[in-house]
């Protein structure tokens, strides 16, 4: 089946620096890519919708200029955290869709963001 | 998409059926009813999905009313791998950029 793979898995940065999440079709092309966010013992929630060389869509309250999303080929969507501070501590994660498949998503394994 | 509602917890014990209900109530013509699950510190895993048929895979059966206002997944004997939450999530199929958004799901908890 489809394999969305995610990395890094962790990553602890400190308060100010950027941090960079890669997101990657294994064996399928992806057009859109979604990226979610997760507090503990919260649901997941939309960060933005990347798509391939286009801007990305960003969802109410996510600051795009914070966020930063490129989708520059149809396997590989990044997040980049801006200037990141401990409220950013966070699950990341990203999912796409590989219409090779009739169930729907993928998701990828997910990065914890921790910032000290 | 149509919003669903499910149990916040559920207890089940090791070896035996687990049934998660989901509503979906408001759930229109062309939508479909998904479930994933999310086990701890990992990206959610997709199980099964419907339309109006009752459906079964290798992980598990979809039960869905006539009516389709509601749903139930059934895990035929849960392990204790199977403790997870478990999201129900209605959406179109037919739109390509259309995310999935999920609700609070149903932490099930299987117990030895």
């Known amino acids: 089946g489809a394999v969305v793979s995610q990395h890094p898995s962790w990553v602890i940065c400190k308060s100010g620096t950027s941090v960079k999440i890669e997101c990657r079709s294994l064996?399928?092309?992806?057009?859109?890519m979604f990226w979610y966010r997760q507090f503990p013992k919260q649901s997941l929630m939309l960060m933005a919708t990347?798509?391939?060389?286009?801007?990305?869509?960003?969802e109410q309250g996510v600051e795009k200029d914070k966020f930063l999303i490129n989708h520059a080929s149809l396997t590989l969507s990044t997040l980049t955290v801006t200037s990141a501070h401990p409220e950013d501590s966070s699950f990341y994660i990203c999912?796409?869709?590989?219409?090779?498949?009739?169930?729907?998503?993928?998701f990828g394994s997910g990065t914890r963001l921790t910032v000290v | 998409d149509a919003k669903t509602t499910q149990p916040p917890s559920m207890d089940c014990a090791e070896g035996r059926a687990a049934n998660l209900p989901c509503n979906h109530s408001?759930?229109?013509?062309?939508?479909?009813v998904y479930w994933y699950r999310q086990i701890h510190s990992q990206g959610p895993q997709y199980i099964i999905h419907g339309l109006k048929n009752n459906e079964t895979n290798e992980m598990a059966s979809l039960i869905i009313t006539e009516d389709r206002k509601s749903s139930t997944l059934i895990l035929p004997h849960a392990t204790l791998r199977d403790t997870a939450v478990y999201y129900c999530?209605?959406?179109?199929?037919?739109?390509?950029?259309?995310?999935?958004?999920f609700g609070g799901g149903t932490r099930l908890m299987v117990k030895p």
């Open positions: 990347s798509n391939e060389g286009s801007k990305a869509t960003y």
């Open positions: 999912s796409a869709r590989d219409f090779g498949e009739t169930y729907g998503y993928t």
């Open positions: 999530i209605v959406r179109s199929s037919n739109n390509a950029g259309n995310m999935l958004t």
């Open positions: 064996d399928f092309q992806a057009t859109t």
């Open positions: 408001t759930i229109s013509g062309n939508e479909y």
